[in-house]
């Protein structure tokens, strides 16, 4: 079974830094592009970044400069490095298995997400 | 950037009757190289994550059941959702990955009447 579970989450005062994890299992990781997504409170879904099977990433315009995407082969993981926090990074951020190893595609599996707060 | 909006915002309908949520693209997503549309639908519930109902426009993903059909291509596409049951109560929405960045609709809130 695919699973995809995020970490690292919590309260960040503005400028500060975060690193999320995503820990991912039940298939074979280094074929496959992860995605990370995030959607502010009562607000809709944002793409955020992702990286291939490859390792080539992609950023949306608002974070690029201040987020790095990355990936562990060796530990199945892909990381969310996240500086210069704002109070609108504030969101749901969830991790997701691409369909395949390019993006972009669609993602098809989702993790229960880890909530990210930018506040003083 | 490509702009997905979705239109209604919101809808009731009755249960066992049809639900139809509509999606367009501020410019065309189908490919001409492989003719697909990169199109896919997510449904959301309450406290969970968004769900794959629909890839290609119209494939249905892996589990997902027969009464919810996609469709459209170009710029204009269609979920509907047959026989309405209670647990499709939900937020839908749509989703572009021809191109990067990715962008999603602004989201389709699906209540019973």
């Known amino acids: 079974e695919v699973q995809v579970v995020e970490s690292g989450g919590g309260l960040v005062q503005p400028g500060g830094s975060l690193r999320l994890s995503c820990a991912a299992s039940?298939?074979?990781?280094?074929?496959?592009?992860m995605t990370w997504v995030r959607q502010a409170p009562g607000k809709g879904l944002e793409w955020v970044s992702a990286?291939?099977?490859?390792?080539?990433?992609y950023y949306t315009d608002s974070v690029k400069g201040r987020f790095t995407i990355s990936r562990d082969i060796s530990k199945n993981t892909v990381y969310l490095q996240m500086s210069s926090l704002r109070a609108e990074d504030t969101a749901m951020y969830y991790c997701?298995?691409?369909?395949?190893?390019?993006?972009?595609?669609?993602?098809?599996?989702w993790g229960q997400g880890t909530l990210v707060t930018v506040s003083s | 950037d490509i702009v997905m909006t979705q239109s209604p915002d919101s809808l009731a309908v009755s249960l066992g009757e049809r639900a139809t949520i509509n999606c367009k693209a501020s410019?065309?997503?189908?490919?001409?190289?492989?003719?697909?549309?990169?199109l896919a639908w997510y449904q959301q519930k309450p406290g969970q994550p968004p769900k794959l109902l629909i890839y290609?426009?119209?494939t249905r993903g892996s589990g997902v059941p027969d009464r919810f059909s996609g469709s459209g291509s170009g710029t204009d596409f269609t979920l509907t959702i047959s026989g309405l049951q209670a647990e499709d109560v939900a937020l839908y929405y749509c989703?572009?990955?021809?191109?990067?960045?990715?962008?999603f609709g602004q989201g389709t809130r699906l209540d019973i009447k």
């Open positions: 997701a298995k691409e369909q395949t190893w390019a993006v972009p595609h669609w993602p098809d599996s």
């Open positions: 989703h572009q990955y021809l191109t990067v960045p990715i962008t």
């Open positions: 290609w426009a119209s």
């Open positions: 410019q065309s997503v189908l490919h001409s190289s492989n003719n697909k549309n990169y």
């Open positions: 990286i291939t099977s490859g390792g080539n990433t």
């Open positions: 039940g298939f074979t990781f280094r074929n496959y592009a």
